[in-house]
Structure formats: C-alpha cells, structure tokens
C-alpha cells in the first residue's frame, strides 16, 4: 500500500516539474501552440488518472482498515468466549473431581456398614454443584451458537 502511495506521490511531483517546464518553455516560444496545447491537454489527462489512482488507494486502504477493525472485533469476541468456556470446563473438571472424592469416601462408609448423613450430604451438594457447572457450560456453549446465528438470521431477513 505504501509503494502505490509513493509511486502516486513521485508521480504528481514529475508531473509538476514538467507543467513547469512547458509554462517556461511556452513563454519563450509562441510558434509551437498547437504541440504545446497537445502536451497540456495529456498532462492534464495524466494529472486526472493519477487523482483517480490515489482516490482508488484511499478506497482500498479505508476498505482494508474497515476489514482489520472487523476481524480484530471477532477475534476479540471468539477470544471471550474461549476464556468463557475454559473457565467453565475448569470448573467442571474441579467438580468432578469433588464429586468422585466424595463418592469414594461415600462407598467405603458403605462398605464398613457406617451411614454417615455428612458424606452422603457432601456427595449430593457436590454433584448438584457439578449438574450446574454442566448447565452453565451448556448456556455458554447455546450463547456461542446464538451468537453465530444472529448475524446470519439477520442478513436472511
């Protein structure tokens, strides 16, 4: 991008210095009008493409921001919902572990005949805890699908 913006910059600046050698030339001479008249009219018409050039540059260059902006936008967005879900497997992974410890501790009560109210009441918190943590992980998950549905859906209506 900026080699196009320095070719149209040196450009103009030919340009330039040529008007200003044909406006010192034509002072000097008044028998060459017609040629003269001719290398103005292409001048001028070089002077319009290369406006046309640098406005097509701008376009491209706004274009090209506009793009960036928008894919920094969702990678900023996917990279939320990735920390999102991490946590929530995190956490799920936390409370599975909770629950499998109380579970053991729950089966060997069991096993020397022992019911121990505590136990089995740390067993069910702990798997209510991890049916919530699934839960919460299922929202998340429903979230990211909504999320990707809703600029489709939109662009249908």
């Known amino acids: 991008m900026t080699e196009m913006t320095e070719l149209a910059r040196r450009l103009t600046e030919a340009l330039e210095r040529i008007g200003a050698?044909?406006?010192a030339g034509l002072a000097g001479?008044?028998?060459q009008s017609d040629e003269v008249a001719g290398l103005k009219e292409a001048l001028e018409a070089e002077r319009t493409t290369n406006a046309q050039?640098?406005?097509?540059v701008r376009a491209i260059k706004h274009k090209q921001e506009t793009m960036v902006g928008a894919l920094e936008a969702k990678v900023a967005q996917l990279t939320r919902q990735l920390d999102a879900t991490g946590a929530e497997v995190q956490r799920q992974k936390r409370l599975n572990a909770d629950l499998a410890?109380?579970?053991k501790a729950?089966?060997?009560a069991a096993t020397k005949g022992v019911a121990e109210p505590h136990l089995i009441n740390r067993s069910m918190q702990t798997e209510l805890e991890a049916l919530r943590a699934a839960r919460a992980a299922e929202?998340?998950?429903?979230?990211e699908i909504l999320a990707e549905l809703k600029p489709l859906i939109e662009e249908v209506a």
């Open 21 to 23: 050698g044909l406006d």
């Open 106 to 108: 729950l089966s060997e």
């Open 53 to 56: 050039l640098t406005e097509r």
């Open 139 to 143: 929202m998340a998950e429903m979230e």
């Open 101 to 103: 410890d109380a579970n």
């Open 29 to 31: 001479t008044e028998g």
